[in-house]
Structures are given as structure tokens and as C-alpha cells.
């Protein structure tokens, strides 16, 4: 780390980029001749006017202009809009308690803010913003309809916003120039002003202007209210930027690296100002940016020197921002795989793995995308795979098997009671699932079974015609940053972006699984226990059969072991969840999208759950992702490894992420580094689609969460993204450091 | 019990620091040395024995109904424990078991071949026979990696040495890498810290060299009793002079403060088990030191190596 980049990094830690936020500006554009305006056109007058007011600023020996320092965009929504908006639609009642729905960001009046959408830099940036401008200026002549012109309008609006605020930027930046003594500074600071005149007239011509407009479009995009937005195959999008300034000896590697790591200290500055009303975390920013992969036309990998220098940066920064997503597949060179092991001995969870031989042919079994698309796609938001620049991405419907089996065991009703009753939208008599019998009814297993069966599309059923109602707010300038909005005169709330993706999680699988087997072994098979007489322990918690549990925990085989019973089990449910959700469509007409991830389900989502039948308690969290349940992993990770093979994701196009977690001394020397990639590269072999990675010390956790002040820059992978370990609430470390003294 | 089996007291999948690749190590329980620093310390006696972790113990009493030799602490005497395993069964917390399971060598491999697509994706990464000392068990071990080496699995043995020749002789044709331990010199420190002098040992491994077996040797290095000056620069002589090299290389296992907590936490014995940790409280080597040692074997040619600290 260059003395700039570690200075950066301090000033970041110490918050100097805070001291210019203003968190609203207390302007309004509503008056009586703009009320009646069309609403996109108000959230783009909106959005420039925070641009014209926001404060400006450039920390010392920063090499790269931007920051968002407002909050709240100027009051552009009627009171009126707010009264007949659909409030909190996605929010209180129906989805936590039910269907496990995210609490994301809305506008006032209740319509969702967009997020996980990958900008299209690829076509951005060899255009620049005044090419956007014309083209938008140039499509207004000839469009049909008045929805277009106001779209094109507001394009033009916004885009107008943002090189009006690199004037600003530049006008600044001369003027620190002409007051600088220090000869070097001075220089650097001309060339700055020089990126930012550049940008105002076109395109970026240099790797500098290349970061500095990414950077630039994505705190916009922040401004504009979007969140959760990563930034695609960066490796690819900035090389020939790097290769021709390098070739022309424009600038040296190191000064290449030192810009790449400036901007990537950029990306961090929003990392405590995330969305989220009781899950917020800092870091969950969802910048996410994806390395490696292979040419869409050709399908070739096309690692090279930018995806190792962006390893090296991670490795060097000790920040969670940008999360690193490296694309793998049979040709992933072995320098590259070497580099991201050794990025993950380090500790902070980076990179994550996504497996080019199972996402891709994943995609095509769907039938939406081409092939020339699913080769193009990379990581949002935590690990949602989607096509940079081509997709909508909505990831708000979840279906947690262990409530499944809980109401398919009471009738639909929960073991612990309504939760949250006062708020409780889509009851049908008290219940949440749907009514499918007492346990006397199920005689066999197979009757138990169809019963869960049926709670879970029950729950994938309700859900996806709520999704389905969801509203979704304009973003005229978020929306100019993708394909096909623009051509088709459309912003996201018009379905203007080619694919408009809507995800379904799943989550407790491996929990799942295991109860699934234990009912059937004790009930069915071994007839100790009628279905009643268990379902009557679980309702009581366990109380007076702590021995029955500790048998059950002891004794019977657990998912992650490579044991075939109860693998094929989660296989089993796995292909219904896949099959359920792939017969919906969204409004756009595309089928919903499958994925096997847990998100933050396993703390929140858990809490309304009373006990299971593999022997886990009432309220306690269940596994996170792919995970075996905590404590059930008992041979290692090549068993996980092998039961997780067993389950045939080749359908679940929305991903499926397993979280693997080791001591530090397994990746510490080369060879151990050499085993760990010779297991991933088993588990891609199996058909496994993505893994993250948490090396973790046990004694280093306990420690850091008795003296956080030491540990300020400890950084662990969450359910899905690195975050600060001192930062995260207590129970969220606790289920981690409970976590890491499994770690192999 | 039929002679061909062998008491297993663990079995590590994913190994990785037992040998070249991927490894399932198997420990075998019992072994003729009592080495003060011993590691496993469950694994000395090859007899079967009851364990008690008490951690696992949700105080249910359950064991004090089918056995009346339980003192309150739950445990009892070596003599009077049959081994009825009662005791065991009716444990559904899982804190009383038997310290190892007896298997044939068609069960061990069975195991071992289970994760053999991680073995073959690691090069060279196969099965690992551990112990205790594993060698005291030759018929089960001339069978199991025969059957390993005939599934195509590559077949590590890791050995104090401290075994009859003709043990070597037997699982030689089977063996693709020996773990071989040298541990001091100097005969009466070997007998003092290990129970035995090292003639035997040193006369199977110059005899294993003269084989062109692969040998990978370690030395684990216990603060004042194997890491010293003299001990090590022993040991390169004998390795460049009477082994003349034919080694893959030397290990150098600085010591580590682990094994301390395995003692004493889970024999159900009041007078048995492993007993106390019999070395005083003992610091690990410096980084300094460990390469000190590393640089004297360079220089004698000896080939090195030794994991960063």
C-alpha cells in the first residue's frame, strides 16, 4: 500500500468524508406549476437540484472526484401521491411474518427504490454522459408515445445534472490547484480537473478517466435513491483502458494500481448509510464486482493482469468495499486461482466463487436468455447472479422450508402463534398456511410429505401475486445507465430493461432435511413415536424429552455428512421448491427464478419458528444458505462438499451459494492453499454453483468482541457480504464465533 | 474379535497436514513408545477404553441406572469396568463412548475410498495410516493399503518407527510415502523421553533408505529435549552420512501448546486413562530459532523444510 492509499484508508476509518454530508437539503421543486408534471420529470428536477446544491469536496491526495452528501433528493412527491401510494407494501405484516420478503427501500410513497441492477459500464463508458444525451435528444424526435418523450426527457435531465456537477467539480479542483505549493500535488490535481473537463465534453480516454466515471455514475445512481447497485465485470469493462495507457506508456503499473485502489477507498464511503428498516448492517452496499469469466461470444476465460491487480487491491486495502466475485470454470488459469486462495487466508471473505460450468447452463435451461447473455452475467447485490447491464433484478420472495413443515404438522398454523398479529396482513382464519390436516391424517409418510409439499406452494403461490403487485419507482438517470431502457423509451417501472428477473430464496434446507429424515425414521419407519406424540413434543419445545434430542443431534445422520438418505431428501425438496417457483411469471412475463440462499432469514426468520424435529429449539437460528446446520457438519468439508454435489442445481438459475468456513493454519502455506482449490474445484466439478469462504480464528473473534477497538478493520463474511466483525450487532457475532470454532 | 481388525480412534477426513494432496488419516490406537509430548495421548494404549467428555454431559443420569460403579463424579475404577458398553447406549448426549471402533481393513477402505474424486483432484492426496503407531497392527495394515493401492488410492504410513523390521517388509510393496519420526539421537535421551532407545528405529529407516522407499522425515521439535543444537545437528549427520540423502526431506514441526488440553479431559477412570501432561508448561520455538535449526540442515545439504510460522 503506497503512503497515498494507506493515508486514504485513515481518513476513511476516521470519517473525513462524513464531514461534508448533508443529510437533506430542506428544498422542495413542488410549486403549483410543477405539481401537475409528470413524475419522473419531478424526480428528475428533484435529483438536479441536489446535484446543483449537494456539497463538493476532494480529500487530500484523493485521486478521484465524487461522494454522495445528501440524503434525502428535494420533495418531489404530492401529498396526495403520498396518501394513494401503496404503503409499505413490501414491508410490515404480510412479508416478515410470512413470506420472508425483504424490507428494501421505498420512496415516500411506499413504491420500491431500484437496487441490484448492474450498470451497463461496458457501453457507458466508451460513450460518456454527452452521448447519452444525444442519443436520448435524438430518440425524443421520433418517439411515439408521450410516456417515451417523458422518459427520454428525464434521461436528459439527469445525465444534464451530472456533467453540470463535474463542472462544479472541476471549477473546484483549479482552484485547490492554483493554491497548491507542493509541485506534485499540483500536478496531480491539473490532471484530475483535466479527467473531469474530459468527461464533460465525452468519453473517458485514459484509465483514470475510465475509474472516475464508474466512480461518478455510481454515487449518482446512490443520490438518485438506488442502493444494493455493483458494478459488473470490471476486470473486463476497464482493461483496454489500462492496456493502451500502459502500452503508450501513459502511466506505470504502480500508479495504475494506486488509481485502481483510489477508487476502490471510494466505493467504501457509503458503507454505513445501507437500507433496511431492522436488518440494516453496515456494508450490505452490494457493490459487488465480478472478475474473471469468459467472452460472451466466444466462451474463452479472459482473466488478465487487471484481474489479478484487483486480487492484489483486496488484499492490500483491508476494506469491504468492493466485494470481489471471481468467475471460475474449467480454464481459469492457476496463477488466478492461487492469487484468490490466497485472498481468502487473509480472512475477510472475499473472493466469493461463482461457477461459470453450472450458472451459465443454468441460465440457458431458462428460457429467456440467450446464450451470448448467460455468458455475460455477474454478482449483485450479495451473490443474485444476473446479466450485467441487461437485467431488473428483484430478490424479495423467500420460502423457508422449516415453516413449511411446521404448518404442513399444524394445520397451517404456527407452533408459536400469530406473530405480530396487529399487523398481520393475509390471514385466512389465524392461519398463515393453509390448512392440510392434523397429524393423525398422515398414515404414511409420503402423506406428511405431499402436506409440506403443498405448504410451500402455497407459500410460493401467495407470495409471488403479491411480488407480482409490487410497484416499482422510476430512476431515469439509473435507468440511462442500462441496455434496452434506452432504446425502448422505457425506465424499470415500464419493464424497459430486457430482463426483468424475480427471485425466490430458500432457505433452513439443510434443517429441513434433517427433520424430514428424523420424522420419517421415528415415525414411519421405527414407530416410536406417533406423528401427534411428536408434533406435541415440538410444540412443547422439547420439554421433558432433552434425551429424544440429544439423540437426534447425536445419533442420526445430518445433511453435510455424504450420507445419501438424508441428501436425498434436500435434493427432493429442492427440485418441488425449483419446479414451484419456475412456473410463475412476472409482470414482464418472465419465469420467477429459483436460488437456494438464506439471506438474513436464519436470524429473523428463525424467531418466529417453534422447535424442529432436528432437534433444534424453538426461536434458535437455523442454517444459513447451503449450509449444513451448525454443529452437523462432523466430517469436514469434502463430506459438505459431497452432500451438497448430491443436490442437481441444474434449474436454479437464480445461484445456490454454500458457506464454507476454515481455521486460518489450513490456508496458511502454499500447499494448503493448493488442497482448499483442489476442493473447490471438486465441488464446481459436482455441479455446485458459488461458495463463500470465511477463514476464521476462533481466539481472534473472541477476542475482537471483547476489545473492539483493536479490530477496528476485522472483517468476516455474513450471509452475504464482508462486513465489519466489531460493527455487526451481538447475536450476529455470537452466531459467528459459535460458527468458527467448527471452522476445519 | 477377529484378529484382522484394529481399534480406529479417529478418522479425519480432508487432512492436510498429513502428507502430500487431500488425505483421510486414519489413527489406529496403541503404540510401543510413551513419548512425553505425545499428541494423542488417548491413542498410548492400544487396550479399548471408556471416554467421557464432559462437555457433552446434560447431567441426566442415565449411566448411573445401568451402572453401579459410577462414583458422583460419573466416573470409576479400570478394574471394575467391563466394557459392557451399557453405560455407552443409554448416553443419547453423546459424552460416554468407547475410545476407538474396531473395523476390518475392507471398513477402513471403504471410508477412505469415499472421498477419492478429492484425492485424485489434489494430486497425489490418498489415505494416511496414523496412530498412536499404526505398525503394530500388521495384518490389518498389509491388508487395508493393499486394498487402497488396488483402488488406485495412494497410500501414506505415518510411523515412529519403533516396529519390528518385518513389519516394513510386509507393507513395503503397498506404501507410497512413509511419515517417518525421529525424534532425539542420542539413545539414553530417546529412552528417557520415549520409553525406548532409538537403535530399532534408526536400523529400520537406514533399511526403509536402502529400499529407495519415499521417505519424508519429521522432527518434532519439543523446546530443550528435541530442538536442541546438538540433537538436530545429529540428525542431519545421519541423514547425509548413513541415509545418504535419500529422503525427500526433513520436516521441522515447531512445537505447539495443543496438545496440553487433551489431557486428562476424557478418560471415565478415576486411576487410567491418559493421565496428567507430564511436561512443564513449555513456549514454543521463535520464528528465529526454528530457521536457525532450518539453515544448520541446509548446510549439511540435508534437504529442509519447514512450514512458516
Redesign the interface.
Known amino acids: 500500500m503506497t503512503n497515498r492509499i494507506n493515508t486514504l484508508r485513515e481518513l476513511f476509518f476516521a470519517g473525513a468524508h462524513k464531514k461534508y454530508r448533508q443529510e437533506s437539503l430542506n428544498l422542495s421543486i413542488l410549486d403549483d406549476e410543477t405539481k401537475g408534471l409528470p413524475f419522473p420529470i419531478r424526480k428528475a428536477m428533484a435529483f438536479s437540484l441536489a446535484l446543483e446544491k449537494m456539497p463538493i469536496f476532494l480529500l487530500d491526495g484523493d485521486l478521484i472526484c465524487g461522494g454522495k452528501t445528501v440524503y434525502q433528493l428535494p420533495t418531489y412527491i404530492t401529498d396526495e401521491e403520498i396518501k394513494w401510494g401503496n404503503h409499505n407494501f413490501e414491508t410490515r405484516g404480510y412479508n416478515h411474518n410470512f413470506d420472508n420478503c425483504f424490507n428494501l427501500g421505498q420512496d415516500e410513497r411506499g413504491f420500491a427504490l431500484n437496487d441490484s441492477s448492474i450498470p451497463a459500464y461496458y457501453k457507458v463508458l466508451p460513450l460518456g454522459l454527452p452521448a447519452l444525451i444525444a442519443e436520448a435528444e435524438k430518440r425524443m424526435e421520433t418517439a411515439e408515445t408521450d410516456a417515451q418523450k417523458t422518459y427520454y426527457e428525464s434521461v436528459i435531465m439527469t445525465n444534464t445534472a451530472a456533467i453540470k456537477l463535474m463542472a462544479r467539480y472541476e471549477e473546484m479542483v483549479r482552484t485547490m490547484e492554483a493554491n497548491e505549493s507542493d509541485e506534485t500535488r499540483k500536478g496531480e490535481l491539473h490532471q484530475i480537473a483535466e479527467n473531469m473537463a474530459q468527461l464533460q465534453k465525452g468519453a473517458p480516454k485514459t484509465f483514470w478517466q475510465a475509474c472516475q466515471l464508474m466512480y461518478f455514475i455510481q454515487f449518482l445512481i446512490w443520490v438518485e435513491g438506488g442502493y444494493l447497485i455493483p458494478l459488473g465485470r470490471t476486470d473486463q469493462i476497464l482493461y483496454p483502458y489500462y492496456q493502451k495507457d500502459i502500452e503508450s506508456g501513459k502511466i506505470t503499473k504502480d500508479f495504475a494500481f494506486e488509481i485502481l485502489e483510489a477508487f476502490f477507498m471510494k466505493l467504501n464511503y457509503e458503507v454505513d448509510r445501507t437500507h433496511g428498516e431492522d436488518i440494516k448492517i453496515n456494508s450490505d452496499t452490494g457493490q459487488s464486482i465480478t472478475i474473471g469469466g469468459v467472452d460472451p461470444i466466444t466462451g474463452d476465460d479472459v482473466s488478465n493482469e487487471l484481474t489479478m491487480m484487483i486480487l492484489d487491491a483486496k488484499c492490500d486495502m483491508r476494506v469491504t468495499d468492493p466485494k470481489v466475485h471471481l468467475r471460475v470454470n474449467q480454464n481459469t488459469p492457476e496463477s488466478i486461482w492461487k492469487k484468490a486462495a490466497y485472498l481468502n487466508s487473509l480472512g475477510m471473505g472475499f473472493p466469493t466463487y461463482e461457477n461459470d460450468d453450472a450458472i451459465i447452463p443454468a441460465f440457458m435451461n431458462h428460457p429467456e436468455y440467450t446464450l451470448e447473455d448467460a455468458r455475460d452475467y455477474a454478482a449483485s447485490g450479495c451473490w443474485e447472479m444476473t446479466i450485467q447491464g441487461r437485467s431488473f433484478n428483484r430478490n424479495l420472495g423467500g420460502v423457508c422450508c422449516l415453516r413449511c413443515l411446521e404448518w404442513a404438522l399444524n394445520d397451517g398454523q404456527y407452533f408459536l402463534g400469530v406473530p405480530n398479529a396487529d399487523t398481520a396482513q393475509g390471514l385466512i382464519d389465524d392461519r398463515y398456511g393453509i390448512r392440510t390436516g392434523y397429524p393423525e391424517w398422515f398414515d404414511t409418510y409420503e402423506k406428511l410429505f405431499n402436506a409440506f409439499k403443498v405448504q410451500m406452494k402455497h407459500t410460493i403461490d401467495m407470495t409471488s401475486s403479491y411480488l407480482n403487485r409490487a410497484m416499482i419507482s422510476p430512476s431515469p438517470f439509473y435507468s440511462s445507465m442500462m441496455e434496452d431502457c434506452m432504446e425502448l423509451g422505457r425506465d424499470f417501472d415500464a419493464y424497459g430493461v430486457r430482463y426483468t428477473e424475480t427471485d425466490f430464496q430458500l432457505a433452513s434446507l439443510s434443517n429441513c432435511a434433517d427433520a424430514l429424515y428424523v420424522i420419517r425414521k421415528l415415525v414411519y419407519e421405527d414407530k416410536e413415536y406417533t406423528l401427534r406424540e411428536f408434533t406435541d413434543i415440538l410444540k412443547n419445545d422439547w420439554a421433558g424429552h432433552e434425551n429424544l434430542r440429544q439423540r437426534i443431534l447425536n445419533d442420526f445422520p445430518r445433511f453435510g455428512n455424504d450420507i445419501p438418505e438424508v441428501d436425498s431428501i434436500a435434493n427432493e425438496i429442492v427440485q418441488y421448491y425449483i419446479q414451484e417457483v419456475t412456473k410463475h411469471r412476472n409482470p414482464d412475463g418472465q419465469t420467477y427464478r429459483a436460488r437456494v440462499t438464506s439471506a438474513t432469514s436464519y436470524v429473523y426468520g428463525s424467531q418466529i419458528l417453534g422447535a424442529s424435529a432436528d432437534g433444534r429449539h424453538a426461536r434458535e437460528f437455523y442454517s444459513d444458505n447451503l449450509s449444513p446446520m451448525m454443529g452437523a457438519d462432523k466430517n469436514g468439508p469434502t463430506a459438505i462438499v459431497k452432500s451438497c454435489g448430491e443436490i442437481d442445481f441444474s434449474h436454479c438459475a437464480g445461484g445456490a451459494v454454500l458457506d464454507m468456513k476454515f481455521h486460518p493454519s489450513a490456508l496458511k502455506s502454499e500447499e494448503g492453499r493448493d488442497k482448499f482449490i483442489a476442493l473447490l474445484k471438486t465441488y464446481f466439478k459436482l455441479g455446485g454453483m458459488q461458495t463463500q469462504i470465511n477463514v476464521l480464528d476462533n481466539k481472534v473473534l473472541v477476542d475482537a468482541k471483547k476489545h473492539p477497538e483493536n479490530y477496528r478493520d476485522l472483517i468476516v463474511r455474513i450471509w452475504g457480504f464482508s462486513t465489519y466483525f466489531v460493527e455487526i450487532p451481538e447475536k450476529f457475532q455470537d452466531h459467528i464465533i459459535a460458527r468458527s470454532t467448527l471452522a476445519f | 474379535m477377529k484378529s484382522i481388525q484394529a481399534p480406529v480412534f479417529d478418522v479425519?477426513?480432508?487432512a492436510?497436514h498429513d502428507g502430500?494432496?487431500?488425505r483421510t488419516t486414519i489413527f489406529l490406537k496403541g503404540c510401543p513408545l510413551h513419548c512425553k509430548w505425545c499428541q494423542n495421548p488417548e491413542a498410548i494404549n492400544p487396550a479399548q477404553e471408556l471416554m467421557l467428555t464432559r462437555m457433552k454431559c446434560?447431567g441426566?443420569g442415565?449411566c448411573t441406572r445401568v451402572c453401579g460403579n459410577l462414583d458422583k463424579n460419573l466416573m470409576l475404577k479400570k478394574k471394575d469396568c467391563t466394557l459392557c458398553g451399557r453405560c455407552v447406549d443409554v448416553c443419547?448426549?453423546?459424552a460416554r463412548h468407547f475410545a476407538a471402533q474396531y473395523m476390518t481393513p475392507e471398513e477402513a477402505v471403504k471410508i477412505v475410498a469415499?472421498?477419492k474424486?478429492?484425492y485424485d483432484?489434489?494430486?497425489e492426496?490418498g489415505v494416511t495410516f496414523s496412530g498412536g503407531e499404526c505398525l503394530i497392527y500388521p495384518d490389518f495394515m498389509e491388508e487395508a493399503l493393499r486394498l487402497c493401492r488396488q483402488a488406485g488410492i495412494h497410500t501414506t504410513v505415518d510411523t515412529s518407527g519403533a516396529v519390528p523390521w518385518s513389519t516394513f517388509e510386509r507393507i513395503l510393496p503397498y506404501t507410497c510415502l512413509f511419515l517417518y519420526d525421529i525424534k532425539q539421537m542420542d539413545p539414553l535421551l530417546h529412552k528417557a523421553y520415549t520409553g525406548q532407545d532409538n537403535t530399532r528405529i534408526l536400523d529400520n529407516i537406514k533399511k526403509l533408505a536402502d529400499r529407495n522407499a519415499n521417505i519424508i522425515i519429521r522432527i518434532p521439535l519439543i523446546p530443550g529435549m528435541t530442538d536442541t543444537v546438538r540433537n538436530i545437528s545429529a540428525i542431519g549427520d545421519f541423514i547425509r552420512d548413513i541415509l545418504k540423502n535419500k529422503i525427500i526431506r526433513v520436516e521441522l514441526l515447531p512445537y505447539n501448546k495443543l496438545a496440553e488440553s487433551k489431557y486428562g479431559n476424557h478418560t471415565a477412570y478415576t486411576d487410567g486413562g491418559v493421565g496428567e501432561y507430564s511436561l512443564p508448561e513449555l513456549m514454543p520455538q521463535s520464528a528465529e530459532y526454528v530457521s536457525e535449526l532450518h539453515d544448520l540442515l541446509a548446510k549439511k545439504n540435508v534437504p529442509v523444510f519447514s512450514?512458516?510460522l
Open positions: 479425519k477426513k480432508y492436510v502430500p494432496g487431500i446434560i441426566c442415565a443419547t448426549a453423546g469415499g472421498d474424486i478429492f483432484a489434489s494430486r492426496g512450514e512458516i
